[in-house]
């Protein structure tokens, strides 16, 4: 039956079909056959968190060969959440993206460019499917290179400079990450994670399984772009072309601290990370400092695309601040804001693809009057900037009263307050677009502007709608979240 074979269908689709993508002439079809296989995957998406909620945990080998000694993809609840998301947003992203790729990106590029936007969800849902830790870096390097390669496809010379830097920093965390893996294989000799937890409690005195942690631990941080680990981010999500930062913002970080949670709660267990080596002693004032330093700094942005990309740093903080809490509520928190912020991120980053559509620039005092010239893309952007701040009825507000709670249930009432402050702030940076947007007078060559193309709006409203939906309706996300939080404290 080919429904016991989704697990890995869900990794392999897409993988076959990029070097198809490549082989396709220049017209709609590369477009074409890379929306379908993303729609086709969050189908398969869907189906495993049916699964997973009728009948529990999915275990798929491959090639028969039993764990620990064969490759086994391994879908939980928190792994099938995951992948729900990444799959949705990538389906979204891409049914829009057709327009933004014709604008932004040489027709010559057109099939490569499906091509690596295909291996880059390739990596993404194979890091989140695979319980085997060697094959989290095979997948992490297919996500990361050709991630690499989209950014640079942008139509500036600061793309190639951001993919250059992203390259850097992403292959030392990769290596910093490939060195964690051998210590522990060295150790324990197995690389599938649920025989490593099984394992580590037999060796968890070795300096090395210490200093396998610690490798882990920063090299994932790099990847997920924590404070001080976070230089390349800004760059790459300014530079590169509309549809990869949309992309990006919206998932690659996320699959990033998924990885964090498996390593965390996973492998290493709950004992080992927070009891033995005090890991919240040192997440807890990273992420303080990233929420406050990333908003003073996106207050003073003088472009949209990186101001939303220092806010994205401070929505990170906001998630390993989660953790830092060493709670059920804490990660509970985590979890939510997880799945919430990626598509308010999306719908903003949309926001702005709309607006680099029609006035090709997200410079502020480019966008004097753009509310006037395009209602929706604006009114899209104010609702989904209120989501970031977390104003009720939207999903930013059911993510921040959950990390609230969370840190009153552990008495932290003066942190409280610092989200409290940081959330003030992102009201000043995400007013500063509005004023624009609706207080100035638009600029003479706006005259003929038209609103944004009618399927790239669309899917920006979808976006801006899910971010409302799921701030009215919180039972899908708390639930899974909940659920998540239990099985990854086993």
């Keep these: 039956m080919i429904a016991a074979h989704y697990p890995i269908l869900q990794v392999v689709i897409p993988l076959i079909a990029a070097p198809l993508c ?22 398969i998406s869907i189906f495993l968190i049916f699964q997973v909620n009728a009948n529990g945990t999915l275990s798929y080998e491959l090639g028969s060969w039993p764990a620990p000694w064969g490759i086994q993809y391994y879908i939980d609840t928190i792994s099938a959440f995951v992948l729900v998301l990444v799959t949705a947003i990538a389906a979204i992203t891409l049914l829009a993206s057709r327009q933004l790729v014709e604008n932004e990106i040489d027709s010559s590029k057109h099939s490569l460019f499906y091509t690596a936007f295909l291996l880059c969800l390739t990596g993404l849902l194979g890091i989140v499917a695979t319980g085997d830790a060697f094959n989290v870096f095979v997948f992490l390097e297919i996500s990361s290179l050709s991630s690499y390669a989209m950014i640079a496809m942008g139509d500036n010379r600061k793309a190639l400079t951001a993919s250059y830097e992203y390259l850097i920093m992403g292959t030392i965390g990769a290596t910093f990450i490939l060195i964690g893996i051998g210590l522990l294989y060295m150790q324990t000799g197995t690389l599938n994670m649920l025989d490593l937890k ?18 882990f631990t920063v090299g994932i941080c790099l990847k997920l772009a924590l404070f001080p680990l976070h230089h390349w981010l800004p760059n790459a999500y300014a530079h590169a072309p509309s549809v990869v930062s949309i992309f990006l913002a919206a998932t690659a970080t996320k699959v990033a601290l998924y990885l964090l949670y498996r390593v965390f709660y996973t ?26 330093i990333s908003a003073f700094t996106a207050i003073f942005q003088p472009g949209v695309k990186r101001l939303l990309a220092y806010s994205s740093l401070g929505q990170i903080g906001y998630m390993t601040m989660g953790i830092s809490l060493e709670t059920k509520a804490g990660l509970i928190a985590s979890i939510i804001h997880l799945f919430n912020h990626a598509f308010i991120k999306g719908a903003l980053f949309m926001c702005m693809a709309c607006i680099i559509a029609r006035i090709h620039s997200t410079r502020l005092e480019h966008l004097a009057g753009v509310g006037r010239v395009m209602p929706w893309t604006s009114a899209a952007f104010v609702i989904a900037g209120l989501a970031l701040i977390g104003v009720p009825l939207t999903s930013g507000f059911i993510s921040k009263w959950y990390l609230v709670l969370a840190i009153l249930e552990k008495d932290y009432w ?38 944004a193309p009618p399927l790239l709006l669309t899917c920006t409203w979808v976006m801006v709608l899910i971010t409302l939906y799921f701030g009215i309706d919180t039972r899908y996300p708390v639930e899974m979240a909940t659920a998540a939080a239990q099985a990854l404290l086993k």
């Design 414 to 451: 003066w942190l409280a307050l610092i989200v409290l402050f940081t959330s003030l702030l992102s009201v000043i940076y995400i007013w500063r677009v509005i004023e624009q947007m609706y207080f100035r007078e638009p600029n003479e060559g706006y005259i003929d502007v038209k609103e």
């Design 198 to 215: 099984a394992r580590i409690h037999d060796v968890d005195s070795f300096r090395s399984v210490h200093a396998a942690f610690a490798f």
């Design 267 to 292: 492998i290493f267990g709950f004992d080992f990370s927070f009891s033995l080596l005090h890991l919240g002693y040192i997440l807890l004032p990273l992420s303080i400092i990233a929420i406050v």
């Design 22 to 43: 490549s082989l396709l002439p220049r017209s709609r079809l590369p477009w074409m056959l890379a929306t379908s296989i993303a729609w086709i995957s969050f189908a």
